[in-house]
């Protein structure tokens, strides 16, 4: 007879999961001694052994985002088990399945105060949408069932508690009799469409538009085909979220990528003069670039109550299934004529595209990041995933990545942890294998957790049909990210927090057997990124960028503008850098902008 660890993992194969990320220890040590039986037995599934607890809670979240199955992580108790609370957050917040399955101490000990016993119901409490304890072999079906389920159906984690003598108990059939629940194996279909009434209601308001706007958010994965109709049967423009980058591709004329202060001008005037916004599976969180209240009607499709009516007053609230919802909708959209407003969207897009392209070219010491990541989206792959941490490689990776239809991006969204880029890179590589993999990722984060992964990397690289897994580290020596929105606020950079120790991180790549590459001059990065995207085997590629390259927003307001010279006067470490490069930004950016009014004024 099988134990309860044997069984769960038997049942987790049974329900289409095969990818684990674990980290070992005595309070799960039974379950993992089935993991290596169940190895040793050729059972199908793999276990991935990260350098810490946090980062497999990290990858399983990926796991969720790159694949649309449930991620699957496992911890010890105490120690271990806190350490998943980062990841399981970014899964929660970014609204992603993932099962935690956690050791414990044994039952016998349970509120004896013994040693890692800690309350693992009431720390998981509020990032879990379903946390339980099993208490009895004959329970764990029960409870393993009913955590797959609710992740998937609420798409958000789930913690099943697994007492260390449990772990190793003789399992036991659940009985016809009472108290005992028997469960079966089957996510359930998420796929709902509003009544037809409702659906009127909505193209009713859109028909009504004329200059209308969609914005789209990480619940329209899947519903790209669908997007891009109802924009043409409208006559709209896209902006999408960062984290929907992907659902929208980049060279949709009429796709002005994100919104914000990592945006697009064009997105901002489109949100600012648009009389009609249709939001699709987004909890677009800034609502200063929504429209002012009362300026737009409003279509909202969600499939989460909750978030309908939030960021913005909707006139018609949809729940439903984008791909299922936006399907019924295009049967009832009339078609919009009149191609004004999308074509002058695809305008702008053209003239912010030069301006990005200017501020990419501005001289920078040594290197300005921008130019990194123009060169790289030039160079990617038809089929590469790209990741980036929530440090100013989010700025660029917003403003200068434009990704394919099949291409993949992604990162930490709502919670914005700062070290999720290589945990991600990571599990799109396990998930994906004969795809490349670009991790872009600033000194900082590659400090924080980011190397020890490396060690991962030199583990299993070889076994990756496609080995090019690149990593590209901002080296600036400065948490970058930090300092910029310490000098909006008013301060100025405080470098007893914001210096890093400088190391060479190409030399570390080589230590490890891996490929090196270490650039600190503008006319080398395009053969840098040739070079790693030729070699044989994984890539740090270390470039050292300017940390005073400011990351511009697409609107800056006079608030900002006040905060920025007041931070100055105080005598920031790097004012007269940081005021050359401004300037120099600013200049290409109208340069740009007068050119290209020039050219369509002629």
């Known amino acids: 007879m099988a134990t309860v660890s044997e069984f769960i993992i038997d049942r987790l194969i049974a329900w289409d999961l095969h990818r684990f990320?674990?980290?070992?220890?005595?309070?799960?040590?039974?379950?993992?001694?089935?993991?290596?039986?169940?190895?040793?037995?050729?059972?199908?599934?793999r276990y991935i052994r990260p350098t810490h607890e946090e980062i497999a809670a990290f990858m399983a979240s990926a796991h969720a985002k790159f694949t649309g199955e449930i991620g699957v992580c496992i911890a010890t108790s105490g120690p271990g088990a806190v350490h998943l609370l980062n990841g399981l957050y970014d899964a929660r917040m970014d609204h992603q399945p993932v099962l935690a399955l956690v050791g414990q101490q044994a039952r016998v000990s349970l509120g004896s105060d013994f040693q890692q016993q800690i309350d693992l119901e009431r720390v998981f409490q509020d990032v879990a949408g379903y946390v339980e304890t099993v208490t009895t072999p004959m329970q764990a079906q029960l409870v393993l069932d009913r955590a797959l389920r609710i992740a998937s159906t609420r798409r958000c984690p789930t913690v099943v508690i697994l007492p260390n003598d449990v772990q190793t108990a003789e399992m036991e059939t659940p009985a016809a009799e009472h108290f005992v629940s028997r469960t079966g194996i089957g996510r359930p279909s998420t796929r709902l469409r509003p009544p037809t009434d409702e659906l009127r209601r909505a193209a009713a308001v859109l028909d009504e538009g004329e200059r209308i706007a969609l914005l789209v958010g990480a619940g329209a994965r899947g519903a790209t085909d669908e997007v891009l109709a109802v924009a043409d049967r409208l006559g709209a423009g896209i902006v999408t979220s960062l984290l929907a980058k992907d659902v929208v591709p980049g060279d949709v004329p009429h796709h002005t990528q994100q919104a914000g202060l990592l945006g697009s001008r064009p997105s901002y005037d489109m949100l600012q003069d648009c009389d009609t916004l249709l939001m699709v599976g987004s909890n677009y969180p800034y609502t200063e670039f929504?429209?002012?209240?009362?300026?737009?009607?409003?279509?909202?499709?969600?499939?989460?109550?909750e978030n309908l009516s939030l960021r913005y007053p909707m006139e018609v609230n949809l729940i439903g299934d984008a791909r299922e919802t936006l399907s019924g909708l295009l049967e009832h959209l009339q078609h919009h004529d009149d191609r004004g407003w999308q074509d002058g969207i695809a305008e702008q897009m053209k003239d912010w595209t030069e301006v990005t392209a200017e501020l990419a070219d501005v001289e920078a010491e040594p290197v300005n990041p921008r130019y990194v990541y123009r060169t790289l989206n030039a160079r990617l792959p038809q089929n590469a995933i790209i990741t980036a941490d929530a440090g100013s490689t989010a700025d660029w990776y917003g403003q200068h990545?434009?990704?394919?239809?099949?291409?993949?991006?992604?990162?930490?969204?709502?919670?914005?942890?700062?070290?999720?880029?290589?945990?991600?890179?990571?599990?799109?590589?396990?998930?994906?294998?004969?795809?490349?993999?670009?991790?872009?990722?600033?000194?900082?984060?590659?400090q924080m957790l980011g190397m020890n992964e490396m060690l991962t990397v030199k583990r299993s690289w070889r076994e990756w049909e496609d080995p090019r897994f690149i990593v590209l580290v901002l080296h600036n020596n400065d948490l970058t990210q930090v300092s910029w929105e310490m000098r909006q606020a008013g301060d100025p950079r405080y470098d007893t927090s914001q210096l890093l120790e400088d190391m060479n991180y190409a030399a570390y790549a080589e230590l490890l057997g891996l490929t090196g590459i270490r650039v600190d001059r503008k006319e080398d990065v395009a053969a840098a990124w040739d070079q790693a995207f030729a070699s044989d085997r994984p890539v740090i590629l270390d470039v050292r960028t300017d940390p005073d390259t400011p990351p511009l927003p697409p609107h800056i307001t006079l608030e900002d503008a006040k905060n920025m010279t007041a931070t100055l006067a105080k005598g920031d470490p790097a004012e007269g850098a940081v005021i050359a490069q401004s300037a120099r930004g600013m200049a290409a950016a109208l340069f740009a902008k007068a050119r290209e009014t020039f050219r369509r004024d002629r």
């Open 21 to 45: 990320y674990g980290y070992p220890g005595d309070g799960i040590g039974g379950f993992d001694g089935a993991l290596e039986s169940a190895e040793r037995d050729g059972k199908d599934f």
């Open 290 to 305: 929504l429209p002012p209240t009362g300026q737009a009607r409003g279509v909202q499709i969600d499939l989460e109550a």
């Open 401 to 446: 990545i434009t990704l394919g239809r099949d291409m993949m991006g992604s990162l930490s969204g709502s919670l914005a942890s700062m070290l999720a880029s290589m945990p991600y890179a990571l599990s799109a590589k396990f998930a994906h294998p004969d795809r490349p993999v670009v991790c872009t990722i600033g000194d900082g984060a590659f």
